[in-house]
């Protein structure tokens, strides 16, 4: 316990410590995320928040988890710094996906073939139990790869991927440190006091975004302790097992991966690059419902625990039966959310400039083309 407390508590000070100089420095070397007809934002916001995050979580996991008890872990912080620097080129640079994707895959590579994290059974989803190599790889791949752009894609809200991510990294935390999982216990209270630090600076209306150095970085440390979490929690001798663990595990991470698998899938069937930009997302139709970015954020996040609490609540029933009904809920409560919002209508939610009047999209774009007020070296 003193070892999570220390975790979290230095996470949690850096980044509280940093965000500000990080804030700083990008408002004099204009480092900032540029509003666009498909941006939400209307002024020029720093968008390297996660530098703060990424310093308190690396250095609190240097303190507080002792390689030689987990050596793992070596090759977890090696895939961090690979997704670090991947996310920050893309902050000050833009890179193009392909390239993301191929960072993605090292980053994976190492967690999977290094660290020992891999999906070796579907414990008896739609009676498949053992996996194949081949196709135990290639699973592993596919849910490293859609948790980490999960938290990528849904960063479109102040507050949003982080107090979701808060949420998945508690819950994960929780379990493990009951459970005896003692280093991943530390690894999600660190992450979530960096998240909490962040968070101060982050809701609306944002003073700095994560950017994808943040949430590419908040996706893998999900993805390695959402794929960890349903691999301890299926054993029948854990000290608290879980029947239906992979429907629990998606449960924790729902609102993220339901959006971007159906984004993707959209995407996908319009012969589309799953990885280009749109305004798509279940925030964006939140959004143009007219909520502010606090009300979106609220209701995801709420959204999210309904469902970790009724997977915990159900999670006796038989895994595949339990998923069904969670999509299904989720199918349903989307269709509902897409078919009765007017998409011809896009709302200002920041208010420092409108408090929520309804204005067309051209409209939204002129004022943020004239807030923003840029100098021809600033193009």
């Not at 507080?64 to 902050?91: C, H, M, N, R, Y």
């Not at 798509?280 to 009300?295: E, Q, T, Y």
Request: charged share 15%.
């Amino acid at each position: 316990m003193d070892k999570i407390l220390l975790g979290t508590a230095i996470a949690f000070i850096i980044a509280f410590a940093a965000i500000p100089v990080i804030i700083q420095v990008s408002d004099a070397k204009k480092l900032f995320d540029i509003p666009d007809e498909r941006k939400v934002h209307l002024s020029p916001i720093p968008s390297l928040g996660g530098l703060g995050i990424f310093a308190g979580f690396i250095m609190a996991c240097l303190f507080t988890i002792g390689i030689d008890t987990a050596p793992e872990f070596q090759f977890f912080f090696a895939a961090s710094l690979v997704i670090f620097f991947l996310g920050l080129k893309d902050d000050i640079l833009v890179i193009s996906p392909l390239k993301k994707f191929i960072g993605q895959l090292i980053a994976a590579f190492l967690i999977i073939f290094k660290g020992g994290i891999m999906i070796k059974s579907m414990h008896g989803l739609m009676g498949v139990h053992e996996l194949p190599e081949v196709l135990s790889i290639t699973m592993t791949y596919f849910t490293v790869i859609v948790v980490i752009n999960s938290f990528n894609l849904i960063d479109g809200v102040d507050g949003l991927a982080g107090s979701l991510s808060l949420m998945s990294c508690l819950a994960f935390g929780i379990y493990f440190y009951y459970t005896g999982h003692l280093p991943y216990a530390v690894m999600a209270f660190a992450m979530s006091g960096s998240l909490l630090g962040f968070l101060i600076f982050n809701h609306s209306p944002a003073r700095i975004f994560m950017g994808d150095t943040g949430s590419l970085m908040v996706g893998l440390v999900n993805a390695i302790l959402a794929i960890h979490f349903i691999n301890v929690a299926i054993d029948p001798e854990s000290s608290f097992p879980i029947h239906s663990s992979p429907a629990m595990g998606i449960a924790i991470l729902m609102v993220p991966l339901f959006d971007t698998l159906r984004v993707f899938s959209l995407r996908i069937l319009n012969r589309r690059s799953p990885f280009s930009p749109d305004r798509n997302h279940v925030h964006h139709l939140l959004l143009d419902r007219g909520f502010s970015h606090s009300a979106v954020t609220y209701i995801c996040v709420g959204v999210n625990l309904f469902f970790i609490i009724f997977a915990f609540v159900f999670r006796g029933w038989d895994t595949f039966v339990l998923l069904l009904t969670m999509f299904g809920i989720a199918c349903v409560a989307f269709a509902y959310l897409y078919f009765t919002t007017t998409k011809s209508r896009v709302y200002v939610v920041d208010k420092r400039l409108d408090d929520g009047t309804p204005i067309n999209s051209a409209s939204v774009f002129s004022l943020r083309k004239k807030s923003i007020n840029l100098s021809p070296d600033d193009n």
